[in-house]
């Protein structure tokens, strides 16, 4: 019995096709995991940074006034 090539052709574009698919699944997850890395970067030390600044401007950093000008909370149920 001959072999059809056309089903040849169709298994070689499943092997090729199964490569590719790792291949993109692993750079997405490397991508994915590098922009985590920079974005917890950001989260934890860029407050601080803007903080530095702060400072070195001469300014401090005011605490929220949650007092109204009666003396008595401005939101209830807090203290």
């Excluded at 991508?31 to 600044?53: K, M, P, Q």
């Excluded at 702060?54 to 939101?75: F, H, I, L, W």
Aim: proline share 5%.
């Amino acid at each position: 019995m001959r072999i059809n090539n056309f089903k040849e052709l169709e298994r070689e574009q499943i092997v090729q096709y199964e490569k590719n698919t790792e291949k993109v699944h692993r750079s997405i997850s490397s991508n994915v995991g590098i922009l985590s890395f920079i974005g917890d970067i950001f989260e934890l030390y860029l407050s601080r940074i803007f903080g530095l600044f702060v400072s070195a401007t001469g300014g401090s950093p005011k605490a929220p006034d949650n007092r109204s000008d009666n003396g008595r909370p401005k939101y209830p149920n807090t203290l």
